[in-house]
C-alpha cells in the first residue's frame, strides 16, 4: 500500500508541473505573443520609440502592446481615447521585450506606447 501511495503522489507531482508548464497562466509576460498559447492578431502596424519596436496585439484575452529591441528600464503601456496611461510595466534587467498588461477584449480604442529611457524617446501604434 505505501508503494502505491508514492506511485500515485510521484505521478500527481508530474502531472501537476506538466499542467503548469504549459499553462498560458503561467507564461512569462515576456513571451511572444505568438506563441502557440496565445492566438492573437496585429492589426496595427508595429513603430520606433528609439532603438526600440513597439506593437499592439489583440489576443483571446484583451489587448497588450509589446515592446521588443529594448533594454532593460524601458516602458511599455496602453492607452485608450481620452489617453489614460494602462497597464504600464518596464523591462526587467536581463530582458530584451516585454508584454503590457491585458486591458480585455472591449471597450475604447486602444494604442500601445514605449519609451526607449536612455534616449528619452516615446513611440505609439495607431489606435487599433
Not at 69 to 78: R, Y
Given at each position: 500500500m505505501k508503494n502505491l501511495r508514492t506511485t500515485l503522489a510521484v505521478g500527481a507531482t508530474a502531472i501537476a508541473a506538466a499542467l503548469i508548464s504549459t499553462s498560458p497562466t503561467a507564461a512569462s509576460p515576456e513571451m511572444t505573443p505568438f506563441d502557440q498559447a496565445a492566438a492573437c492578431i496585429q492589426p496595427v502596424n508595429p513603430v520606433s520609440a528609439g532603438a526600440a519596436q513597439v506593437h499592439l496585439f489583440l489576443c483571446d484575452n484583451g489587448w497588450h502592446g509589446q515592446i521588443t529591441?529594448?533594454?532593460?528600464?524601458?516602458?511599455?503601456?496602453?492607452t485608450n481615447a481620452s489617453g489614460a496611461v494602462t497597464a504600464w510595466r518596464t523591462v526587467p534587467t536581463g530582458a530584451t521585450s516585454m508584454n503590457s498588461g491585458t486591458v480585455g477584449t472591449f471597450g475604447s480604442p486602444w494604442r500601445a506606447c514605449g519609451k526607449d529611457i536612455s534616449r528619452g524617446v516615446i513611440g505609439c501604434t495607431a489606435y487599433n
Open positions: 529591441g529594448a533594454t532593460p528600464g524601458d516602458e511599455i503601456w496602453v
